[in-house]
């Protein structure tokens, strides 16, 4: 008697369907959200910056032929006075581009940044070049550009390489960086 | 006398019957259908995020923040090989150690392609954005320059003078 009684009792009990309503509502609403958030995680994007770098062009005399005759003319040019910098594992070094080519075996015109434990010194570095920028400009009047040719040894990791260009586009006299192969 | 009654015919009553009576679940699957169907037209259907799939792991530094670019490409160390895949699913692979640019071939033609038809749609437009005359490299934290140089020379060879590598600025909340 005492069990029908108990077996009654849950049966009465689980046969009032009062909160299923609001139960399935709920569920459905958690369902909804998750997806929601799973989807989002699918296609919405953080936010992404970028580091710019350029490849210079060499320029060609096209005529435009229509009403405007438009014509483009360079906004800098490469010179063997341009600064460059090569980047090893033990230095930044440093000087014009005709230092490390035409005048390769001189040593007067190419200066040295050791890094410092492995790190380098690319905030000493941006502040020496503007110092020589401008000893150049009034000393040899060699005008400034500001324009940067940047030769990375082939061992360098890329992010270092990236933060160099990031450091100096951030200036306001060495602020296009062009990323080179190598010199000849 | 009672009728006779087939075995079908009592089925068929009590699938009336069952067919008739209320149900209490009745709204919800359509709804729960409904609900599924407006979000993957909302997210999914739209548009995923052309970094799907891309093995890239990019550096987290502060730069300037930059559309995503017409012309995009991941580039990744996977194994002894150089992966690049760009943002239409192509992917191009050569080896860490190459010495000519014959196997950058494919990748300098897809470049090539992909500017003609930015220059195609700025020209018919009569117009261009500044996101249409970069080229924009997500590129490997794990890389080094040496793997890099072959990507410039095929920008090079693909008329490309303007390019940048983008990384991801950390920002409070994206959600």
């Known amino acids: 008697m005492m069990y029908q009684s108990k077996i009654l009792k849950t049966k009465k009990r689980l046969s009032d369907d009062s909160q299923a ?20 995680a699918v296609t919405v994007e953080s936010s992404y910056g970028i580091i710019p770098a350029e490849i210079p062009v060499i320029q060609s005399d096209i005529k435009d032929p229509s009403f405007h005759k438009f014509v483009e003319t360079p906004s800098a040019t490469l010179s063997k006075f341009t600064p460059a910098i090569l980047l090893t594992t033990e230095a930044f070094y440093f000087g014009d581009i005709a230092a490390f080519t035409t005048k390769f075996g ?3 015109d190419k200066y040295l940044l050791r890094h410092v434990d492995g790190e380098p010194q690319l905030f000493n570095l941006i502040e020496i070049m503007q110092k020589w920028l401008e000893a150049r400009a009034k000393d040899e009047n060699i ?7 940047f030769v990375p040894s082939g061992d360098i990791p890329l992010p270092i390489v990236m933060q160099v260009i990031a450091g100096f586009h951030k200036t306001s ?6 990323l080179a192969g190598g010199f000849l | 006398m009672p009728r006779q009654t087939t075995d079908w015919q009592d089925y068929y009553r009590e699938t009336i019957n069952r067919l008739r009576s209320p149900l209490p679940w009745y709204p919800f699957p359509a709804l729960i259908s409904f609900g599924l169907a407006i979000l993957l037209l909302a997210h999914v259907a739209v548009s995923t995020s052309r970094r799907m799939g891309h093995p890239t792991s990019l550096l987290n530094f502060p730069s300037t923040h930059h559309q995503a670019g017409a012309i995009w490409f991941s ?3 996977i194994n002894d090989e150089v992966v ?3 943002a239409n699913r192509q992917v191009f692979r050569w080896p860490q150690n190459i010495r000519n640019i014959e196997p950058l071939g494919p990748f300098i033609a897809w470049l ?3 500017t003609y038809q930015e220059i195609e749609a700025a020209a018919l437009l009569n117009r261009i954005e500044k996101k249409q005359t970069i080229a924009v490299i997500a590129a490997d934290q794990t890389l080094k320059y040496s793997h890099l140089r072959p990507v410039l020379y095929a920008l090079a060879q693909a008329n490309v003078s303007k390019y940048g590598f983008e990384t991801i600025v950390a920002n409070k909340s994206n959600f």
């Open chain 1, 106 to 108: 001189e040593s007067k």
């Open chain 2, 84 to 86: 690049v895949a760009t």
């Open chain 1, 173 to 178: 006299s060495l602020n296009r960086v062009i």
């Open chain 1, 143 to 149: 005008p400034k550009q500001n324009l940067l040719v």
């Open chain 2, 75 to 77: 580039v990744t160390p």
């Open chain 1, 21 to 40: 309503i609001s139960v399935v509502i709920l569920a459905v609403a958690s369902l909804l959200t998750i997806l929601g958030y799973g989807f989002r």
């Open chain 2, 112 to 114: 090539k392609e992909a």
